[in-house]
């Protein structure tokens, strides 16, 4: 791999090899732009057959982070942290405590949290090291679990998009066709219930179905009927790719908007959607409401305000609404274009000397 090209590529900042003999710890930690702030990405461990797949991975994942919390109007970049192992087999106390040193020396440039493969547990290890970690659990002085506030995001995006497409933002009497009854699914359920919304519903798990269906009055569809069931908005909530060239012509909904990450299986599918008068919340916008309310610790955890800064979600949806029309681009690039123009924005201010060159940073490490 010619590493500095593909660094060059997207302006990539750092890219930091772990190596620890004695634990087996084999991590990339990679910083992608802090010019918003320091770095906040998960840390995922998983069985790379090669290291340049681990690298690239890393790569391509701290740059979504980048795009997510610009987005989102957080102060933070894009940053992710890969640990190459078999989470199933290759962990130990040893391997995250030294990854938590590794993190500790970049003086909080980046800052750690949950991924796949890695759970509260390893978090703990990581936090015997350094302060420069997020979305612990509650007794451990984190934010706990992110599913509801992701949840909560997903409504309010979902409500900006019926508000652009049926002229009122009102949930009540629509229907939304939801995949996948998870985490997230369940919240969002119960959340689109309570706004009067009727619900058609699917999971690979009947007892997740059975759930909804009994505590939400929900309709059960089987998994493969769910994307062409017809309905005002469908929300994809378990896998990535569902939109692709195989189901787009089965689709029977006006909009798109859910929690699942990587949505489109390939970029062109956003033109697709839009060519087919299909309204896309693009995926890392409305799903943020898990990392702002994870990112709400850095500054003492305050859930009311946590709450608050997810509901503008909808604000964030809106604003990538009126860059689509402007632009004459479909939402899912438009997006991309809001993160880069806030970036630009910050990244262009006068560059006054203020007297505190360490000001900042102490503050914020103050708060860890
Ligand atoms: P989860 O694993 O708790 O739930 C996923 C659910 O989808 C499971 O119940 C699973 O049985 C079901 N499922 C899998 N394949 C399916 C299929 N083909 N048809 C129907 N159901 C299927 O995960 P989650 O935490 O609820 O996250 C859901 C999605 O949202 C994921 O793509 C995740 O990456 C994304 N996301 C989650 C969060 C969060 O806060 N948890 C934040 C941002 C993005």
């Not at 909808?314 to 939402?331: F, H, W, Y």
């Amino acid at each position: 791999m010619h590493i500095f090209e593909k660094l060059a590529e997207y302006r990539y900042e750092q890219v930091v090899f772990c190596h620890d003999e004695a634990t087996g710890l084999r991590a990339i930690i990679a910083i992608h732009d802090t010019t918003l702030g320091p770095a906040l990405g998960g840390c995922r461990m998983w069985p790379y057959r090669s290291e340049d797949e681990a690298v690239t991975d890393a790569l391509r994942l701290a740059r979504g982070m980048t795009y997510k919390a610009a987005a989102s109007g957080l102060n933070l970049g894009g940053g992710k942290s890969v640990v190459i192992g078999d989470p199933h087999k290759d962990k130990s106390e040893a391997l995250f405590r030294s990854l938590g040193r590794y993190i500790e020396t970049l003086g909080g440039r980046y800052i750690v949290a949950e991924d796949v493969g890695i759970s509260t547990g390893d978090i703990h290890h990581i936090q015997v090291e350094t302060s420069y970690v997020v979305g612990a659990d509650v007794s451990y002085g984190g934010s706990g679990d992110p599913s509801p506030f992701t949840a909560l995001g997903v409504v309010q995006g979902m409500r900006a998009c019926v508000e652009e497409v049926f002229g009122t933002a009102s949930l009540e009497d629509r229907t939304v066709a939801v995949q996948g009854l998870g985490h997230v699914g369940y919240h969002l359920c119960r959340l689109l219930h309570d706004e009067g919304a009727r619900l058609i519903v699917t999971d690979l798990e009947a007892a997740a179905v059975q759930r909804v269906v009994r505590e939400f009055g929900a309709k059960a569809v089987e998994p493969d009927e769910i994307l062409a069931m017809p309905c005002d908005v469908l929300a994809p909530c378990a896998l990535g790719a569902v939109i692709n060239d195989e189901t787009l012509p089965r689709l029977r909904c006006r909009i798109v908007a859910g929690s699942a990450n990587n949505v489109l299986d390939e970029t062109r599918h956003g033109e697709a959607l839009a060519e087919r008068g299909i309204l896309y919340a693009p995926d890392y916008v409305i799903n943020a409401g898990g990392l702002i309310n994870v990112a709400d610790e850095l500054e003492g955890y305050n859930e009311r305000r946590a709450t608050k800064r997810v509901m503008r979600i909808a604000d964030s949806v809106r604003r990538i609404i009126a860059i689509s029309k402007r632009d004459g681009v479909p939402t899912n690039v438009a997006a991309d274009t809001l993160a880069l123009e806030r970036i630009a924005a910050i990244s262009s201010m006068e560059r006054l000397h203020t007297g505190h060159p360490y000001g900042q940073l102490s503050r914020r490490r103050e708060t860890l």
